[in-house]
């Protein structure tokens, strides 16, 4: 029988290794993490994470085949196979800091993985690594191996938060990266065999571990590319009466371009696509090759110009000062269907209105009160963009409530900001909303979610993404 072991419990490492129990009878899945509240969690009915589909899958497997457990050394010593699921994040300081992936968590498992085995193991890198890690992580595992055989596999996933069980379930691909020695076709072969039991053949796709490894990267640095492409678009179809709906539909349509990931929105958030791009931007810089840096690093620099024009848009069409104004907040977490609010843009957006003196109702039906209170007081990394260099002082917080319904938060409001696709936005009740709002009331949609036309029938002004202005907001430009 073989016995899995991942390191980190997290959106990763929980919902991927329950699939693999409940796709995978005859194998034993321990997840170990050294937060001891996850686990507590994992091993309740209160799931850590909230992802749709994931309670009955872990309710089906838990206590058979899959197990949450604290004891991390116990359990990689017993494993066969060794998943690393831990967080990468940017690192803050020091080398890099800004840009480069702090590589702590993952170089801490692994001289754990090198200090308690006893027996031969597949070590597989779940985490999205810098291209060339699985060479320092095996440099640290064969000095310190005690003539125990490691292989090193770069197994990157690639499931997105929201949707992660059916991502899992049926997967595009599955991408194994491994070493081109016998030993490495062996390891290889050994985890394609688990993936097999449920994943078509022709999905598996196996290369050397560096392209595995790169890959990750360049799929995320590809797919925020696409976003940030659409809202570049999106602020010239302000400017010259272009729909961006229009426009992407349209070109949705060529089938060399396809229609995903081509709304137009308030920007991309997010755990990954901003850490992986930097870290993709740094290890180009690391090779000399600042051309490409620069041509990702852009991808971030709309990403951030989208959510700053945002609330340029906002401040400039409430006659230039939103000082004491109420707004609504609808939505906190990154995007609908997750509590995560890692890198949401609602943080940066909340933090320009806060700036200009704000007061906010913020509802979210995912993300609790103290999650939104701890995002909006934590200073972020120090890169140099303007919007992240600021740290707010908990002054600010006291222009700040969390609410736990969106008619209790736009109640008296000037103004609602719609910052997360939330299914339960699209159908509330406006004319209700209106009813209780200040005039002139206004709607600022950063996720293209609202019928403008219903909206503007009610009386609302209206702001969408991309879409022809307002009379009202043509008249008061925004500086951008
Ligand atoms: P997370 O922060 O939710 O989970 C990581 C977990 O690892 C935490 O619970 C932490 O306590 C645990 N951990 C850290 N060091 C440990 C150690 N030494 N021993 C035991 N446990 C330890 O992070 P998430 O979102 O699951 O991401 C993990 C990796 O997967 C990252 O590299 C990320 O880039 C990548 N990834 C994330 C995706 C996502 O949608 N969140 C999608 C695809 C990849």
């Known amino acids: 029988m073989v016995k899995i072991c991942c390191i980190g419990g997290g959106y990763v490492g929980g919902p991927t290794m329950a699939v693999i129990a409940y796709k995978c009878p005859s194998v034993v899945v321990t997840v170990v993490d050294i937060s001891v509240q996850r686990i507590t ?13 994931l309670d009955d899958v872990v309710k089906q497997c838990k206590g058979k085949n899959l197990f949450f457990s604290t004891e991390v050394e116990k359990h990689v010593a017993e494993a066969d196979i060794v998943f690393v699921s831990v967080n990468t994040p940017t690192k803050t300081q020091g080398l890099g800091a800004g840009k480069a992936a702090d590589l702590t968590y993952w170089e801490s498992s692994a001289r754990m993985i090198a200090d308690v085995s006893k027996s031969s193991k597949i070590v597989v890198e779940k985490s999205t690594v810098p291209v060339k890690t699985a060479e320092a992580i095996e440099k640290i595992l064969t ?35 491994g070493r081109e020695t016998p030993g490495g076709r062996k390891a290889i072969k ?36 696409r976003i940030s492409s659409i809202n570049a678009m999106s602020a010239l179809c302000e400017a010259t009466g272009a729909d961006v709906s229009q426009v992407s539909h349209a070109i949705g349509k060529d089938s060399r371009i396809g229609a995903k990931f ?6 991309f958030g997010g755990s990954c696509f901003q850490k992986d791009i930097l870290n993709l931007v740094y290890i180009c810089e690391c090779n000399g090759l600042s051309e490409v840096a620069n041509y990702w690093k852009q991808v971030i620099e709309v990403n951030d110009y989208q959510k700053r024009r945002f609330v340029n848009r906002i401040v400039s069409s409430m006659f230039n000062t939103i000082s004491g104004k109420r707004i609504a907040i609808l939505g906190f977490s990154f995007k609908k269907d997750t509590g995560d ?10 933090r320009g209105l806060l700036r200009d003196q704000a007061q906010l109702n913020i509802y979210d039906p995912q993300v609790p009160e103290q999650q939104i209170h701890k995002d909006l007081s934590m200073p972020k990394y120090n890169w140099n963009y303007p919007f992240h260099s600021v740290s707010m002082c908990p002054d600010d917080l006291k222009q700040v409530r969390v609410v736990s319904t969106a008619y209790e938060a736009t109640k008296d409001a000037h103004g609602i900001c719609i910052l997360t696709e939330w299914d339960e936005f699209k159908s509330l009740n406006f004319q209700k909303i209106y009813d209780n709002m200040q005039k002139p009331a206004y709607v600022f949609d950063g996720r293209n979610v609202v019928n403008v036309e219903k909206l503007r029938q009610i009386g609302f002004i209206v702001y969408s993404i991309g879409k022809p202005l307002d009379p009202w907001l043509k008249d008061m430009p925004a500086v951008m």
Not at 41 to 53: F, K, M, R, V
Not at 207 to 225: G, M, R
Not at 262 to 267: C, E, P, Q, T
């Open 341 to 350: 609010t890692r890198e949401t843009p609602a943080i940066d957006v909340c």
């Open 143 to 177: 000095h310190n191996s005690k003539g125990i055989d490691f292989q090193i596999l770069s197994n990157p996933e690639f499931l997105a938060e929201g949707t992660a069980i059916n991502d899992l379930f049926v997967p595009d691909r599955v991408l194994i990266g």
């Open 41 to 53: 969690a994992w091993n309740s009915d209160q799931l850590p994470i909230y992802e749709p589909g």
């Open 262 to 267: 081509l709304n137009a929105s308030v920007g």
């Open 190 to 225: 050994t985890l394609k065999d688990i993936y097999a039991q449920w994943v078509p053949e022709e999905r598996i796709i196996c290369t050397n571990l560096w392209s595995a490894e790169l890959s990750k990267l360049a799929a995320n640095a590809v797919l925020a590319q």
